[in-house]
């Protein structure tokens, strides 16, 4: 089965930690995405990756990092340096010329 | 410039009937409108979409309106099932670049049996 797959599906984070969520694509995209969704918001971009070895901030960048070694996995970390960490977090990814975003069934993150 | 708004935040709609979700948006560049479906705990999925050079899609029980001038575009889900029960969020990007999706804030929408 083709498909993107976010781990773990929930993931508790203590104060000062830093934690990292997975996610693993073999839809053989090139486009993989992060994006956080609050309640009664809609989903915020926090990184994008076009390519292997290349990424860009998206609007909500700040105490996060990513990393793309290789093409089919696009891992979060979530650092201390967020403060506000508690959300439901999507991967997604496209084919780089295409608007159609395929998106995984999320990690939500909470704050012991 | 970048915001989508969309109304309303919840519904309720009996079986069968017409659920309608309506989003705006400001940015003109925008060509390409999305709409997805989430369940809860799940990720969202592609349900339809549409380009502003037509007025409407439809793809089985729902259809989206496009309004280019007045900038909104809206879903209609018809005969409406308790299995459409999920949120809805409309989405607006530029063509080939798929960063720069703008979501709405979502529709949390419920069909009662």
């Known amino acids: 089965d083709g498909g993107i797959t976010q781990s773990p599906k929930y993931l508790f984070r203590k104060e000062g930690q830093n934690v990292t969520l997975s996610c693993e694509q073999n839809l053989n995209h090139d486009a993989m995405y992060w994006y956080r969704q609050d309640p009664g918001q809609g989903l915020r971009l926090i990184y994008y990756s076009q390519i292997v070895n290349d990424f860009q901030k998206g609007d909500i960048a700040e105490g996060y990092s990513v990393s793309r070694e290789k093409k089919e996995s696009f891992p979060l970390t979530v650092t201390s340096a967020q403060k506000n960490p508690t959300a439901f977090y999507l991967c997604?990814?496209?084919?780089?010329?295409?608007?159609?975003?395929?998106f995984g069934a999320g990690t939500r993150l909470s704050v012991l | 410039q970048q915001q989508v708004k969309q109304s309303p935040q919840s519904l309720i709609v009996q079986k069968g009937g017409i659920s309608i979700i309506n989003c705006a948006y400001e940015?003109?560049?925008?060509?390409?409108f999305p709409w997805y479906q989430q369940f809860p705990g799940k990720g969202p999925a592609l349900l339809i979409a549409?380009?502003?050079?037509?007025s409407e899609k439809k793809e089985g029980r729902f259809t989206i309106s496009f309004n280019k001038s007045a900038k909104q575009f809206s879903l209609h889900i018809m005969d409406s099932q308790p299995g459409d029960s999920a949120t809805y969020f409309c989405?607006?990007?530029?063509?080939?670049?798929?960063?720069?999706?703008?979501f709405g804030p979502g529709t949390r929408l419920s069909v009662l049996p």
């Open positions: 940015n003109t560049a925008f060509d390409y």
């Open positions: 997604a990814s496209s084919i780089t010329s295409s608007n159609i975003q395929y």
């Open positions: 549409i380009r502003p050079d037509v």
């Open positions: 989405a607006a990007s530029l063509s080939n670049y798929g960063q720069n999706f703008v």
